[in-house]
T-cell receptor
Framework: SQTIHQWPATLVQPVGSPLSLECTVE??????LYWYRQAAGRGLQLLFY??????ISSEVPQNLSASRPQDRQFILSSKKLLLSDSGFYLC???????????????FGEGSRLTVL | DQQVKQNSPSLSVQEGRISILNCDYT??????FLWYKKYPAEGPTFLIS?????DKNEDGRFTVFLNKSAKHLSLHIVPSQPGDSAVYFC?????????????FGKGTKLTVNP
């Protein structure tokens, strides 16, 4: 069965420090991978998505970047964190909708980032 | 510009009664709609979905209705149970360039009172 893990679960970082959140997926090949952020009052905002190794699409201009060095690994980074980067970050994977597959997203456990 | 809107941030219902969560969208290219349930400090979990070619999909206590002309969908939970208390996100999907992106609403917090 497929599993998705992201870490760390909780992170407290000072403004201006770097960030690295990692996500790995097991049990599936060539998944689409996503980074979402849930900020207070803003629902789930899509930050990045990737359809393959080295292929990253950014949805919103921001202080963050993403990389996909391996098929089932997705990394969210920042060189210098801002206060506004605080939030709950979620990694997710999916396969393209076809046949009986609904194309739903499967989410990781989430990473709570607090920037002080 | 919000493409998926959940205008009610919260909803409170008595146990055993019906919960109706609403969602509106603006992009007519969305071809698939999903509902997710989320507990605090956890990732959302898939609940139920509906294709744009249908107007109703039912799964146990959960039914999703789609009104394409009004660009509106709703999730009905009958009967509501205290364990249903969570934040519910409406999501819409559009296939673009071989990738499917889900756009989420802001969520509605459902509280089911015993």
């Amino acid at each position: 069965s497929q599993t998705i893990h992201q870490w760390p679960a909780t992170l407290v970082q000072p403004v201006g420090s770097p960030l690295s959140l990692e996500c790995t997926v097991e049990g599936t090949s060539n998944p689409n991978l996503y980074w979402y952020r849930q900020a207070a009052g803003r629902g789930l905002q899509l930050l990045f998505y990737s359809v393959g190794i080295g292929q990253i699409s950014s949805e919103v201009p921001q202080n963050l970047s993403a990389s996909r060095p391996q098929d089932r690994q997705f990394i969210l980074s920042s060189k210098k964190l801002l206060l506004s980067d605080s939030g709950f970050y979620l990694c997710a994977w999916s396969v393209l909708r076809s046949g009986g597959n609904t194309g739903e997203l499967f989410f990781g456990e989430g990473s709570r980032l607090t920037v002080l | 510009d919000q493409q998926v809107k959940q205008n009610s941030p919260s909803l409170s219902v008595q146990e055993g009664r019906i919960s109706i969560l609403n969602c509106d969208y603006t992009n007519s290219m969305f071809d698939y709609f999903l509902w997710y349930k989320k507990y605090p400090a956890e990732g959302p979990t898939f609940l139920i979905s509906i294709s744009s070619i249908k107007d109703k999909n039912e799964d146990g206590r959960f039914t999703v209705f789609l009104n394409k002309s009004a660009k509106h969908l709703s999730l009905h939970i009958v009967p509501s149970q205290p364990g249903d208390s969570a934040v519910y996100f409406c999501a819409a999907s559009e296939t673009q360039g071989g990738s499917e992106k889900l756009v989420f609403g802001k969520g509605t917090k459902l509280t089911v009172n015993p």
